[in-house]
């Protein structure tokens, strides 16, 4: 029998409220607590997997936490970043339940962190590689579908959009006299981005024309479901998925080893504005990141580049 998260959610209801109204009487923003608890969520399924019950928490070990801490890594591909994330979830959740005397125990309080590599470039796309990957959308999409899911993409390649901003991006949000969108990100922080005109014109045009109509509660939404509720962000990131396995399949080589998510859309974007010499405080404020240090990383220089600059003519010294 495969549980479900909502089966999880009903076995450990107690546990999973008290750790929700925990976060947000602490100010956790919304991004963080959702993410918090799906990572919490993995875990329980984890627990009970061959059990097919209620495992009760008391009872967990840190043999438990490894054997997890190793499935992230060698089924899941997770990163170390991502695990070091969901381990850190575990903690503050044993932790919070050690407050509220549901447990008498953290069985991830002494768990080491993964090693992170340190120095490693961000992946993305190049210009020629993300005009292959839009074209191929209209091959992996059904026709209705093909100008919402362009978007979608769109707006992390060229707007930096997470894919949280994505699924929460409203119609008030949109700023037709400045051509823009209002997002709202990580650390219940807003900012304003300037849309490229052709994007601006195709994602009103979308709202106009060619939006599904959503269901009561989700007015709202830009991006609607076939279900008529929000674009949940497992579908952006099972779309980005979709696409690049059928770059692979249509023989297009190098796509074939290429791990690409929906945020390295993002990355992309980044990337090509710092390559393009715009300033680094300008695509720190685009991209929503309130450390400098974070958006830094884009400013990674490639072999080629390298190689440009050093194509310089000097036989005259010689």
């Known amino acids: 029998m495969e549980i479900t998260f909502q089966q999880l959610a009903s076995w450990y209801e107690d546990e999973l409220v008290i750790f929700e109204t925990d976060m947000d009487n602490k100010d956790y923003s919304t991004f963080t607590i959702e993410n918090y608890k799906r990572d919490i969520l993995f875990f329980l399924e984890h627990l009970v997997r061959h059990k097919e019950e209620k495992v009760e928490l008391e009872y967990t070990k840190k043999i438990h936490l490894t054997l997890f801490m190793n499935e992230l890594k060698s089924k899941r591909g997770n990163s170390a970043a991502t695990r070091n994330r969901r381990l850190t979830a575990i903690r503050s959740f044993y932790k919070c339940l050690m407050e509220y005397e549901m447990v008498s125990h953290n069985p991830a309080a002494d768990l080491k962190s993964a090693k992170e590599k340190s120095g490693q470039l961000p992946t993305y796309l190049e210009k020629a590689e993300l005009k292959d990957f839009f074209q191929q959308i209209d091959t992996v999409c059904q026709d209705q579908y093909v100008k919402r899911n362009k978007l979608i993409m769109g707006l992390m390649a060229f707007a930096g959009l997470r894919v949280i901003e994505i699924h929460y991006l409203n119609l008030s949000s949109i700023l037709t006299e400045k051509k823009g969108i209002m997002v709202y990100g990580k650390g219940k922080k807003s900012r304003y981005i300037p849309l490229p005109s052709v994007l601006f014109t195709e994602l009103t045009d979308y709202i106009k024309n060619d939006r599904q109509m959503p269901m009561k509660g989700y007015e709202d939404a ?19 998925e979709r696409i690049c396995k059928s770059l692979a399949e249509h023989h297009v080589e190098h796509w074939k080893n290429k791990k690409i998510s929906s945020h390295k859309l993002r990355h992309s974007f980044a990337t090509h504005l710092v390559r393009d010499g715009r300033d680094i405080r300008t695509v720190q404020e685009l991209l929503g990141h309130s450390n400098l240090n974070t958006t830094q990383r884009y400013t990674h220089v490639s072999d080629t580049q390298k190689e440009q600059a050093m194509a310089m003519e000097i036989s005259e010294y010689f």
Do not use: A, C
Not at 228 to 236: E, H, L, Q
């Open 222 to 240: 830009v991006f609607i479901s076939r279900r008529g509720k929000r674009i949940s962000r497992r579908r952006v990131q099972e779309l980005t």
